[in-house]
């Protein structure tokens, strides 16, 4: 019975290390994704799957979403020939988000998240997030990283 114990508790750090690669591995294609566009049309799993897609998902209220109209066209000019750009809204009412972009010139499509279920399910915990999907898959998801050209280079390459 001793040996039989020892033998079960020596295989534990073995599960442990598979579950961590299965949690940290890559999230898999979204094929149920839906997220209407604020001016028609929508961003699908099928959208997501067929090449680089970066997608800065922000919200008016947050003070750090401000200038996001500044760094989506940024992002577009530097990187929208490698990649689809977009910016999903996090759960704001389509008035809110028209008063907030009225005079501002944003050069890519604004998708709703209107539940959250979406940046929810892709770690975003901090706004302006970043999701980065490439073949299919989440590469990055989560905060907006401070050195966001390096970063998007270094997924996009």
Known sequence: MRIELRRAWSRWPVWAIAAALLLASPAMPQADVRLPGLDGGQLTGAD???????????????????????RANAVAAKFGGEARIVTVNFQEDVSTIREFLAGQKLSVPVFLD??????KAHAVTALPGLIVFRDGQARYTGKLPADLDATL?????
């Open 48 to 70: 997501l799957a067929r090449g680089p897609v970066v997608i800065l998902v922000w919200a008016s209220w947050s003070p750090r979403c401000r200038d996001i109209v500044a």
């Open 114 to 119: 209107r539940d959250g279920a979406f940046s």
């Open 153 to 157: 280079r270094n997924l996009l390459d």
